[in-house]
């Protein structure tokens, strides 16, 4: 386990799924757990950084030392890790819902039609918002979860959204991705990549902030 210190850092992490409501019982969401996130964060603060861990719906203890900061839909999670600024770094480790229902239903919608339809809106895109901000953190880290072609994806990601590293998963794969205690990891950069795991992901999030520290610019 590495001993790197990141005292004097301040770090923001996000962490976990969102929920966009369509009803007082209904909702559109990502299967995160959190882990992932709240081991950064933990890990972050046991090496001596101020971390503010912005959570989405998790069921998940708050690491020691970390101020958190509990909100529902991404619209809350943007609020939350804009207000959080500015940080050192900015870790965005939660699986933010792309698509929000336009109008959210003051009532439980019946059952009554064999189909029904649902008007979704795009969320507020999180990450670039963050990588192009006027008080942007030094160092920018998005996470992506794919199916499939994950390079291909995730250097777009990289690329599109203005980011330093994309720390990029396979979902789907037993043993790793959501839900699991472990997970696999490639960090991609504008030259350069590296695989971290398979290994639990408490260890990952150390090998993933001394990756940090390396493109840290002196």
Same mark, same amino acid.
Do not use: C
């Given at each position: ?12 992490? #996000? ?6 409501? +369509? ?5 559109? $969401?990502?299967? #995160? ?16 950084? /101020?971390?503010?861990?912005?959570? @989405?719906?998790? #069921? ?30 900015? +870790? $965005? ?66 690329? /599109? ?10 979902? @789907? ?38 990756? +940090? ?6």
């Amino acid at each position: 386990m590495s001993a790197a210190s990141l005292s004097g850092r301040r770090i923001v992490v #996000s962490a976990g799924p969102t929920f966009e409501d +369509i009803d007082p019982v209904r909702f559109i $969401g990502n299967r #995160s757990s959190g882990k992932m996130g709240f081991a950064i964060a933990e890990a972050a603060a046991r090496r001596g950084a /101020k971390v503010v861990l912005v959570a @989405g719906p998790v #069921s998940l203890a708050t690491p020691a030392d970390v101020e958190r900061i509990d909100v529902r839909s991404a619209r809350q999670m943007r609020e939350a890790v804009i207000a959080a600024l500015p940080a050192d770094a900015y +870790i $965005g480790a939660a699986a933010v819902a792309d698509y929000a229902p336009a109008v959210i239903a003051p009532g439980k919608i019946k059952k009554k039609d064999e189909q029904l339809t649902l008007e979704l809106v795009r969320t507020p895109d999180i990450l670039a918002e963050v990588a192009v901000h006027e008080r942007r953190p030094t160092v920018v880290v998005g996470f992506a979860a794919e199916t499939h072609d994950v390079e291909f994806y995730a250097r777009g990601k990289l690329e /599109k959204k203005r980011v330093d590293m994309i720390a990029a998963n396979r979902v @789907g794969v037993a043993g790793s991705g959501f839900e699991s205690d472990d997970n696999a990891l490639t960090v991609y950069w504008a030259d350069g990549a590296l695989a971290l795991g398979p290994a639990p992901k408490t260890q990952l999030a150390d090998q993933l902030l001394d990756l +940090i520290l390396t493109r840290w610019p002196a």
